[in-house]
């Protein structure tokens, strides 16, 4: 309960508000842009967070990625072009919305529906992150290796017409990522032997 009065607090100063407003507005202009995604926004906006309150960076760019991942579906919508992957199922409705004379109500059934996703989600994370936290910090090996099996399992029936080339990305994919530190040198290794 600390943490949410702290939290009060920290976004009720005139400043910190100020760079809320401008984070909403380069995510919103970042996520309308095609090829531009949340992700992107972030580092782009990244510089203007060095010399800023940690606290405020981070409400800055939380704000940056939430205003992308809603704006993505303005161009999505209007245009029939997702400003980011997640509006992709966007235009499935919105567009067809837009032909028959509907935008506004398109734009603001999307606008409402990433408001109240956003809002529940953020209510789920701040209820469920401690004890998802001391559950993770208990997993070990064979979790990790259990993690990884449902992972390439997962992957390998994806595509069911191409389970052997699908297999072999996998198994390429873990070869890359068994790539570690040199023991004499401490630099990263980039390939080991075949």
Excluded at 19 to 31: D, H, I, R, S, Y
Excluded at 80 to 92: H, R
Excluded at 112 to 119: M, P, R, T, V
Excluded at 165 to 185: P, R
Aim: hydrophobic share 55%; glycine share 10%; with cysteine.
């Amino acid at each position: 309960m600390d943490l949410l009065i702290l939290g009060i607090k920290t976004i009720s100063n005139p400043v910190t508000l100020l760079w809320l407003v401008g984070g909403v507005f380069f995510g919103v202009v970042f996520g309308a842009l095609p090829g531009v995604s949340a992700t992107m926004a972030i580092v782009l906006c990244i510089s203007f967070t060095y010399g800023m309150d940690p606290v405020v960076a981070i409400a800055f760019l939380a704000a940056v990625y939430c205003a992308a991942i809603t704006g993505g579906s303005i161009t999505a919508i209007l245009f029939k072009i997702p400003g980011t992957p997640s509006s992709a199922a966007t235009v499935l409705d919105g567009y067809p919305m837009v032909q028959r004379g509907e935008a506004g109500k398109a734009l603001s059934i999307s606008l409402i529906c990433c408001a109240l996703g956003g809002l529940t989600s953020a209510i789920i994370m701040f209820l469920l992150t401690q004890p998802l936290m001391k559950m993770a910090l208990q997993f070990g090996s064979p979790e990790m290796f259990a993690i990884c099996f449902l992972g390439l399992s997962i992957i390998i029936f994806l595509d069911e017409d191409h389970k052997l080339n699908t297999f072999a990305s996998a198994i390429i994919g873990m070869w890359l990522g068994t790539v570690g530190m040199d023991y004499f040198f401490g630099a990263t290794i980039y390939f080991r032997y075949f």
